[in-house]
């Protein structure tokens, strides 16, 4: 049913059901919000949507307050600019100053309220919040003193990832977000994603930091500075510096890695290829002795860390396979930079990931020998922005730099690990290829792509039907849990990614991130599937030789100590 | 006593009272209906008020006193434990009740006074301190030279509806509510009436919910009638945390089968098959009782599966509440039920679209329930012809602070302000003069005196700024000092703001702030500390018209109504602390100034002793002095001086 309403003097159409703010969006007057999200069902709590409505004690939110046929709105008088003005400036009130030193500085939404309002004086003069930082986590930082309590955290921690690591204590001006015990943040059910980080408007979630790793490594003459990318981190770079994401970028991107003093670059799709080969031989195994089915991915690590706290029933069906992002230190470190006269030991891997759990993993897995870790130093994708902005790199006067080491050479199904679905169909082409001996025709599998969170489809290898799921987004995976622990047998592989849509959308990626350039993120990975030569693991000539010159064939009893992990149920958690 | 044992007693209820229609009983029944009512009694029967109030004033040891009492003088008699009669200043309260005699209350009941007392009651003589008056009933022989009861300014100006049997009967008996009428309205309804009638005679008598916002009961029944849906619920909202008012209390130790009717009735008429009452968790003696009353009903067969053969089932349940002042928020308690954490949620959806776990769900204060019986009974005309045009009925009201007669009285809607504080509540307990009366909670606003002409009802409270609320009423005097009492509530309610929304999480400690600001010693006075104390009170308006405005719910929306009523009254009394430094009732520690008279001082040494600044200095025997500079003003020298030679401005 549509009808008209006032808004601000105008007839505006307006739907039954709709909310104001849905009104208002689409007529193009922007009503500033911080606890509203997309896709979520308003709380109402921040009060900075306020409207006025004639014939309506006080001001309402128009996040969640539905149009009704009397309605005459004003958006911007002087009472409502009053209470939206007052409430930003409580709220700066006991914010610590410190947007100099803030990592979100410039990008803060706070700070942009504050401007975007007009506000140029500290009206209420208080003692500012201080309060202990949780450093405790490898991943995640949390400072509650910049929290202003907008709850965005806590509700895709509950609602999307599903394990409610964080939630509100205490009450009135004493409210903070907190873990269970207010404990740190690595002994609560955290997974690690970092999709808080993605939705705080403040600074109050943050990665923690290894820049200064990193710089110092760049500049110890002693150390060989290496460096791995994941798939989506060049397009995501791309984003940042407006640069258009073209073949080109790649290249620009080695270029900049060179400049700052990587000596080696790897693309971490080489690993993927090779995590490919390995889950493809391990899933071809089970699938032969018809036990420990459905095969769960491991590349996640959030979802790894999930599933050893919550499923350990389940923790026998994940893939034994090591992440890319280990793969990748372990051959670089074993065999890679021996062949250009390294130890291991002087060898620095640093890897950027969209992702914050990456943090964490490359911390808990350490060489026998000496302690060091395969990975020594994990930067997500804003710290390598901040770190090539530190460098003063600029882009424009880059020359493209050619891929140089041959290791960087990949397939285009490595590439795909970076969304949802896409580490499935790299490995449905080379487990099509290891049960026939043919290829998969058509190679591309459109069922498994797109943004959705829960991708199912059935694949004809031979005679046999596979029947294959990608789901993405822990709490959609927690359904899919249930139903297996209850007995569902039609599936044969789970691919899970914590992140909704799977890395493109990770923790470690870009704030501010949109469906827009969620969808060019993906587009890019799947236009290089396009245009690549090489589009399975097994015809990746780096793979092949590798597996001939040292690992013999995958999933041999010879390459398990090194790209599988120890069983992962003996873990301690 | 009653001749009868307990199942004949039950079924003689059940079958010959409550399912009477007529109301016309034949000699025999109506005898035995005197019986159990004990308006006739064959042994004496004593009265002892065991509300809360009672307890607290030392009811449970007048109870065993009168125990020790008739073993020792091997007496047969009954004694019967009631809840609070309004009257709670005037516990412990013993009515007395021989066989042919009117029932005659005795007020301050404690201990020591059992034995003097019922000695000489029972032989027929009284003791002239400490009566309260006697109950009127046509059949019983009047003591001679006693007040009726119903003369007592506290009870004269009263109209008993609700609070009919309250501290009259046992509320650990469903006996004595039945034997009074009690729930014929339950049985008419659920066997004549649909659920549609109920909700149309509801809002025909135009009844308001007496929790707070005063929405028309009838309309929120129908709400949730109109709602499709194969689950619905009816909570009752017992969750009462305002200081100074105990009126959900006093319903369900005074007549709990009252609310569960009403609860009953209401289920029925929003075709709720479950109903919750949400009791707060120290409230034990409510607690106990209404979990009695709960099994008593269910025994009878008036609750639970197939009521009178109607079909029409109903569960109930108690439900504790932790204790959250923002649970009394309908959105909130229905929160704090689902074990979420007891926050508002927007509105709309409200919750008769979506409440409980999603379904339909009603909140109805107990009052409001507890009025429903009557208008069953008596039809919505009846309901309609007491009180004003927009508030209809009856209101509870709770009298606190400095009042002379404390406790809770109910009075049509439409009485003046003036005639409850002066009249009913006797005015300042040691005559010193009113200076302003509280009302409404921690919400409401202070009134002087000469704004109390304003009636009890929705729409004049709302005119001069306050609303009905839980309505309780303190009396304050002029030891009371406004800035101090602004910013108690305002301490109140920025400790119980849930936090969730900033105006009210922020805007609370902000203006708790100011306050405190504002009555604080400041380490060096200037000029400049001067106008940041007046900026302060500049902001507080500002700050109080946004929280007010922007707030989510009823908590924030009416959080700076204490403040803003006293600057609006009181004006004057803020300034004084601004300006002068100075706070008229000494009650803002940090602005007296103590000094010694140097006449009066001997010398003793007592106060520089106690002084935990050293403030005070000089020799023994010699006058002693106050350095102005150290001194905190916390007046412990005051209170230990025994020559009163030290004085504060």
């Keep these: 049913m549509q009808f008209d309403i006032e808004i601000n003097g105008e007839q505006v159409t307006a739907k039954k059901g709709e909310t104001i703010k849905n009104v208002l969006d689409r007529i193009g007057i922007k009503v500033p919000t911080l606890c509203n999200m997309n896709g979520f069902t308003p709380t109402g709590s921040c009060r900075l949507c306020v409207v006025e409505v004639d014939g309506l004690q006080g001001l309402v939110p128009s996040c969640s307050h539905q149009v009704e046929e009397w309605m005459k709105i004003k958006t911007h008088s002087p009472r409502v600019l009053k209470a939206r003005k007052t409430i930003v400036e409580l709220l700066l009130a006991r914010h610590p100053d410190e947007c100099l030193y803030c990592n979100r500085n410039k990008n803060c939404e706070l700070q942009s309220l504050a401007e975007e309002l007009d506000i140029r004086e500290r009206k209420h003069q208080t003692k500012r919040l201080s309060i202990q930082i949780d450093r405790a986590c490898s991943s995640i930082e949390r400072d509650p003193a910049k929290c202003i309590l907008c709850g965005r955290c806590i509700r895709i921690c509950d609602e999307v990832i599903g394990v409610a690591a964080i939630d509100i204590m205490g009450r009135g001006s004493d409210s903070r977000i907190g873990t269970s015990y207010n404990k740190g943040l690595n002994v609560s059910s955290c997974v690690k994603c970092g999709q808080c980080i993605m939705v705080c408007p403040t600074a109050a979630l943050s990665e923690r930091s290894n820049i200064q790793t990193v710089l110092d490594a760049l500049h110890n003459p002693e150390l060989f500075p290496v460096i791995q990318f994941s798939p989506t981190v060049p397009a995501s770079i791309a984003e940042d510096f407006n640069l258009k994401t073209s073949k080109d970028i790649l290249n620009l991107f080695r270029a900049a890695l060179k400049k700052m003093g990587f000596r080696q670059i790897f693309d971490t799709s080489m690993a993927a290829d090779l995590t490919i080969m390995e889950e493809a031989a391990e899933f071809i195994d089970r699938w032969n002795k018809q036990s420990v089915l459905p095969m769960f991915t491991s590349c996640c690590p959030s979802w790894v860390r999930y599933a050893e706290e919550e499923k350990r029933k389940l923790l026998p069906n994940l893939s034994s396979t090591r992440s890319p992002q280990q793969m990748m230190g372990r051959v670089v470190k074993n065999y890679i ?40 130093a994990v930067l997500t994708t ?53 049960m026939t001996g043919q290829e998969i025709n058509p190679i591309k599998i459109n069922d498994l792509r797109g943004l959705k969170t829960k991708k199912e489809t059935h694949i004809k290898i031979g005679k046999q039907v596979l029947k294959v799921m990608a789901v993405s987004g822990l709490a959609n995976v927690k359904s899919v849990l249930d139903e297996i622990e209850s007995g569902r047998k039609d599936v044969h592989i789970v691919e899970v990614m914590t992140c909704p849509f799977g890395c ?21 990975i799947y236009d290089v599937d396009e245009e690549e030569m090489i589009k399975v693991a097994h015809k990746n000539p780096i793979i092949t030789d590798l597996y001939d010159k040292f690992l013999g064939h995958p999933n041999s009893d010879q390459n398990k100590d090194l790209l599988h992990q120890v069983p992962i149920t003996e873990k301690t958690v | 006593m009653s001749v009868l044992d307990s199942i004949q007693t039950k079924d003689f209820l059940i079958e010959k009272i409550l399912k009477n229609y007529s109301g016309i009983f034949d000699k025999g029944t109506g005898e035995q209906l005197a019986l159990i009512k004990r308006e006739k009694v064959i042994h004496p029967v004593l009265y002892l008020g065991m509300g809360t109030c009672g307890i607290v004033s030392g009811a449970d040891k007048t109870y065993m006193a009168i125990q020790k009492y008739l073993n020792d003088n091997n007496l047969e008699a009954e004694v019967v434990k009631t809840g609070c009669l309004g009257f709670c200043s005037a516990e412990p309260l013993l009515d007395i009740q021989l066989p042919g005699k009117a029932r005659i209350s005795y007020q301050h009941v404690t201990q020591e006074k059992v034995e003097d007392l019922l000695n000489a009651v029972f032989h027929h003589t009284l003791i002239p301190e400490n009566i309260l008056g006697q109950h009127r009933f046509a059949s019983h022989e009047e003591w001679p030279g006693v007040d009726f009861i119903d003369q007592h300014p506290f009870f004269a100006q009263q109209h008993r509806n609700v609070l009919h049997n309250t501290g009259l009967i046992s509320p650990w008996s469903i006996d004595d509510y039945l034997a009074r009428g009690g ?21 025909q008598s135009e009844l308001r919910g007496r929790g707070g916002g005063g929405y028309a009961t009838g309309k929120k029944w129908r709400n949730a009638l109109d709602t499709g849906s194969d689950q619905k ?9 305002d200081p100074g008012v105990f009126l959900n209390r006093a319903f369900i130790e005074g007549d709990p089968h009252r609310v569960l009717e009403g609860i009953a009735i209401a289920s029925y008429a929003i075709g709720a098959n479950s109903a919750y009452i949400h009791i707060r968790y120290n409230h034990e003696q409510s607690l106990m009782i209404m979990e009695n009353a709960i099994a008593q009903a269910k025994e009878y067969g008036i609750l639970g599966e197939n009521i009178f053969a109607s079909g029409f089932n109903l569960n109930l349940f108690i439900r504790k509440g932790a204790g959250a002042f923002v649970c009394g928020e309908e959105t909130s308690l229905i929160a ?9 949620q927007t509105k709309p959806p409200y919750p008769t679209e979506k409440g409980l776990f999603g379904h339909p769900t009603v909140v109805n204060n107990v009052e409001t329930l507890a009025n429903v019986p009557a208008i069953l009974e008596n039809g919505p005309t009846w309901f309609r012809s007491i009180g004003t045009n ?56 202070c009134i002087p005196p000469k704004g ?48 969730k929304c900033i105006p009210c999480r922020e805007g609370t400690h902000r203006m708790l702030e100011i306050l405190e600001g504002i009555t604080k010693r400041p380490k060096e006075e200037s000029s400049h500390e001067t106008l940041e104390r007046f900026k302060g009170v500049v902001q507080l308006e500002n700050l109080a018209e946004v929280i007010h405005d922007t707030s989510l719910c009823g908590l924030g929306k009416n959080a700076p109504n204490p403040v803003l009523s006293s600057l609006k009254w009181f004006r004057d009394e803020f300034e004084e602390h601004i300006f002068d430094r100075k706070c008229r009732a000494g009650v803002c520690n940090d602005l007296r100034s103590f000094f010694i008279d140097v006449d009066i001082c001997n010398g003793c040494n007592v106060c520089q002793k106690k002084c935990p600044e050293t403030a005070i200095i000089g020799a023994i025997r010699m006058p002693h002095f106050i350095v102005e500079s150290k001194c905190t003003g916390c007046g412990i020298c005051f209170d230990s001086c025994k020559f009163n030679a030290i004085y504060y401005k």
């Design chain 2, 183 to 203: 729930y014929k309205s339950l049985f008419k309804t659920v066997l004549n009436y649909t659920p549609d009638k109920v909700c149309e005679i509801i809002e």
């Design chain 2, 452 to 499: 109390l002409s304003a009636e009890i009802g929705y729409e004049s409270l709302q005119e001069i700024g306050a609303s009905l609320g839980l309505c309780g009423l303190t009396l304050l005097d002029e030891d009371i000092c406004m800035v101090s009492l602004s910013k108690y509530f305002m301490k109140l309610l920025h400790k119980e703001s849930c936090g």
């Design chain 2, 336 to 344: 704090s039920m689902e074990s979420q954490r007891g926050t508002p």
């Design chain 1, 337 to 376: 930079t021996s062949s250009a006269g390294q130890k291991p030991s002087s060898v620095f891997v640093v890897s950027v990931m969209p992702c914050t759990s990456k943090k964490h993993e490359a911390e808990g897995d350490v060489m026998k020998d000496n302690n060091t870790r395969y990975v020594d």
């Design chain 1, 504 to 524: 493109i959308n990770g923790g470690g990626q870009r704030i501010g991130s949109d469906e827009k350039s969620l969808k060019s993120r993906m587009k890019a």
């Design chain 1, 382 to 434: 804003r710290e390598l922005v901040r770190l090539i902005r530190l460098m003063g790199i600029d882009f424009s006067c880059l020359e493209p730099e050619p891929n140089d080491t041959a290791f960087s050479l990949r397939s285009s199904a490595g590439k795909l690990f970076g969304v949802s679905g896409g580490h499935l169909e790299g490995l449905i082409r080379t487990i099509h290829y290891m």
């Design chain 2, 390 to 445: 927009g508030s209809k009925g009856t209101k509870v009201i709770s009298l606190a602070g400095k009042a002379t007669r404390k406790g809770f009285v109910e009075v049509p809607m439409g009485i003046p302000i003036s005639n409850i504080v002066f009249d009913i509540a006797g005015g300042i307990s040691d005559g010193k003069p009113l200076k302003a009366v509280q009302i409404g909670g921690p919400f409401g606003i």
């Design chain 2, 233 to 241: 619920f009816l909570v009752c909202n017992a969750e009462e945390s």
